[in-house]
């Protein structure tokens, strides 16, 4: 019996210095991710369907939800009362998709055999696309079941994470992230740091008070209004690539200012862990982080450490284009989106035109594997087609346009 426990002794010590040998992000390595733009996905709930005041407002004398049949590239009888002009009216459909609907699949999911969905943006936002978030501490109150109530909770809260509730669209998706994970299936979302909307709570106090805005420093303001102008407006911003619809954050030399920057970190703890009991296994699995490049690095350093500081096994992966070893070795992400494998792989197997050989092909896998850590070419997002590209469809049945 002495020799028997010394051996369970041993093993137990070797197991344990095995474990603490476990790369926390094993879980990732070949995991098959699934991609899901909500509004897109299924309509769980008709209920909370968006409404014409808050999508086209008074731009449109009529307006409804867009059928899930039809054909996409076909204007409805409703849109072309407004314009026959496909770009005129595409971005004011809304189909009504829900978090509901996402949980309503998961089972479809599971049997798919995936381990990852990643959604694009969730966070409270006016468009369809949500990249023009107006907070980032409630989920889109169109994705939850009482669209009126939850609007009623945000805007009675104030910038301190202590006045944050949850509100029902909160309360859907966290129950999405405890029934994905039932089935084994981890839960990543979409960072838009670099710029909000102008709906954003803190950028609409800035409008109202100006210069005399407690927010007043959250944003990259070119010129404020000057009241004794009253038949002009001064106030002017830096908005992402031009678009005045998407103020950008104010930075200095280390990344977001303080106060950005903590509530970017505070919005990352509540998604993290919901409870704030210090186990994440209620909150969100990883993030993906939006325009990556257009966001000081040194911010994202620090926010990747607090990340895993609060769950080690979570995954951050940043939106790059191209080849970026420098942003993995200098732990600013875990993993990045990975279209250098895209491009060469759309070249061989679906252009026509662009086709390149065998061995073409084979020397740019090669480049792509031999930009990165060989551990972290196997948590790469490779993909084909996204929000961003083509769908891998089209792109067969129309190649090289």
């Not at 084994?184 to 800035?206: E, K, M, S, T």
């Not at 994440?280 to 620090?302: C, E, I």
Request: with cysteine; charged share 25%.
């Amino acid at each position: 019996m002495k020799i028997f426990a010394n051996f369970l002794i041993i093993s137990t010590l070797f197991a344990s210095t095995l474990y603490s040998q476990v790369d926390p992000l094993n879980w990732a390595k070949g995991a098959v991710w699934y991609q899901i733009f909500p509004e897109r996905f299924h309509n769980g709930f008709t209920g909370n369907d968006p409404v014409k005041e808050n999508v086209v407002g008074e731009r449109a004398q009529e307006w409804q939800i867009h059928p899930w049949t039809s054909a996409w590239y076909k204007l409805q009888d409703y849109e072309k009362t407004r314009s026959n002009k496909y770009y005129d009216v595409v971005y004011d459909r809304r189909y009504g998709g829900d978090l509901i609907g996402v949980i309503a699949k998961l089972d479809y999911l599971a049997e798919l055999g995936i381990d990852v969905i990643y959604f694009n943006p969730i966070f409270e936002a006016r468009s369809l696309h949500k990249y023009d978030a107006s907070t980032y501490h409630h989920i889109d109150n169109n994705f939850g079941y009482g669209r009126e109530r939850d609007s009623e909770i945000i805007s009675s809260e104030t910038s301190d994470p202590a006045t944050w509730t949850w509100t029902s669209a909160d309360s859907v998706f966290l129950l999405l992230i405890e029934r994905a994970h039932d089935k084994g299936i981890r839960i990543v979302i979409d960072g838009v740091f670099n710029h909000c909307g102008i709906d954003f709570w803190a950028f609409q106090d800035l409008i109202k008070n100006q210069s005399n805005s407690p927010y007043s420093d959250w944003f990259d303001v070119k010129s404020f209004d000057n009241p004794d102008t009253p038949d002009s407006n001064e106030f002017d911003y830096k908005g992402w690539a031009g678009h005045k619809t998407l103020p950008e954050f104010a930075e200095d030399d280390v990344g977001f200012v303080a106060p950005v920057k903590d509530y970017f970190f505070n919005i990352t703890k509540r998604w993290m862990d919901p409870n704030g009991d210090g186990n994440p296994s209620d909150g969100v699995d990883g993030w993906r982080l939006d325009v990556a490049l257009d966001v000081n690095p040194k911010f994202w350093v620090a926010w990747n450490a607090y990340v895993k500081s609060i769950n080690p096994e979570a995954i951050t992966v940043g939106e790059i284009w191209e080849g970026a070893s420098e942003w993995i070795e200098k732990k600013r992400f875990d993993a990045l989106m990975n279209y250098p494998f895209v491009y060469p792989t759309v070249n061989f197997f679906i252009d026509k035109n662009n086709r390149i050989s065998v061995t073409k092909f084979n020397s740019e896998l090669k480049r792509v594997r031999e930009l990165y850590p060989p551990e972290s070419n196997f948590l790469m997002m490779n993909l084909i087609g996204s929000h961003d590209t083509d769908r891998f469809a089209s792109m067969i049945k129309n190649p090289d346009l």
